[in-house]
């Protein structure tokens, strides 16, 4: 891994365009714009207005690093979309970084046990994954904070993240609760942390999406193209 890696890292998963800039450890600049939509037109001006702000191009970086969510299933495609184009274009690898990483960037470490990490979801919902050592273990899922599967429940387990202290108290975990702040520069210091891994193992920027769109497919039937 290079030493001090340029980092430029960005969200649009949720409500917002954020984006920040690192330079190992260190945050050079951070940007959160809120809005519900028009994210696609607004990205690419803003980065490129935070790399002119530090002086910097997009020639100078060494990573780029994109939140997958879950989240808005157009939001997260909008950031994905961009960060494998860019990668492409400018020969460096796009690190893709969940939620679930993001929040459990924070949390203490636990002694050799399981973790179970929660993100808030629609309707009161929570969706969880299961890391271990670290490391995503299994899939994720949605389930009811005040009615977990009992067959989330294992030995020395932690639950960490979103409506933790409910989610622990029945499946006899301990917890840590935390939200989703600071999250460009969280998702460009877990990017970094993996680039100590060999370029194959690097997780690629792909989508999380736990559940189906809200969308319902259209009942009639597609038009007849005639050629």
């Given at each position: 891994?290079?030493?001090?890696?340029?980092?430029l890292?960005?969200?649009?998963?949720?409500?917002?365009?954020?984006?920040?800039?690192?330079?190992?450890?260190?945050?050079?600049?951070?940007?959160?714009?809120?809005?519900?939509?028009?994210q696609?037109?607004?990205?690419?001006?803003?980065?490129?207005?935070?790399?002119?702000?530090?002086?910097?191009?997009?020639?100078?970086?060494?990573?780029?690093?994109?939140?997958?969510?879950?989240?808005?299933?157009?939001?997260?495609?909008?950031?994905?979309?961009?960060?494998?184009?860019?990668?492409?274009?400018?020969?460096i690898?796009?690190?893709?970084?969940?939620?679930?990483?993001?929040?459990?960037?924070?949390?203490?470490?636990?002694q050799?046990?399981?973790?179970?990490?929660?993100?808030?979801?629609?309707?009161?919902?929570?969706?969880?994954?299961?890391?271990?050592?670290?490391?995503?273990?299994?899939?994720?899922?949605?389930?009811?904070?005040?009615?977990?599967?009992?067959?989330?429940?294992?030995?020395?387990?932690?639950?960490?993240?979103?409506?933790?202290?409910?989610?622990?108290?029945?499946?006899?975990?301990?917890h840590?609760?935390?939200?989703?702040?600071?999250?460009?520069?969280?998702?460009?210091?877990?990017?970094?942390?993996?680039?100590?891994?060999?370029?194959?193992?690097?997780?690629?920027?792909?989508?999380?999406?736990?559940?189906?769109?809200?969308?319902?497919?259209?009942?009639?039937?597609?038009?007849?193209?005639?050629?």
């Amino acid at each position: 891994m290079l030493p001090d890696p340029l980092v430029l890292a960005f969200d649009t998963s949720a409500a917002h365009c954020a984006a920040a800039l690192l330079k190992g450890d260190q945050t050079l600049a951070q940007h959160t714009d809120l809005m519900t939509r028009g994210q696609a037109e607004h990205l690419m001006p803003m980065l490129e207005s935070m790399l002119a702000k530090n002086d910097l191009a997009f020639d100078d970086l060494q990573c780029l690093a994109v939140g997958v969510g879950p989240g808005n299933f157009t939001g997260i495609r909008i950031s994905v979309a961009a960060a494998r184009g860019l990668a492409l274009g400018l020969g460096i690898p796009a690190i893709g970084v969940s939620n679930f990483e993001i929040m459990r960037f924070a949390a203490p470490e636990t002694q050799g046990g399981v973790e179970l990490v929660s993100v808030h979801a629609p309707r009161d919902q929570a969706y969880v994954q299961q890391f271990r050592d670290g490391l995503p273990d299994g899939a994720p899922q949605q389930i009811d904070p005040a009615n977990p599967p009992k067959e989330l429940m294992t030995e020395n387990l932690c639950v960490i993240g979103h409506r933790a202290l409910d989610i622990a108290s029945h499946l006899g975990a301990d917890h840590h609760t935390g939200e989703l702040a600071d999250i460009p520069v969280r998702i460009g210091k877990q990017a970094i942390r993996h680039l100590g891994s060999t370029p194959s193992a690097l997780p690629r920027p792909v989508p999380v999406y736990v559940r189906p769109a809200d969308a319902a497919p259209p009942k009639d039937m597609a038009p007849v193209i005639l050629g």
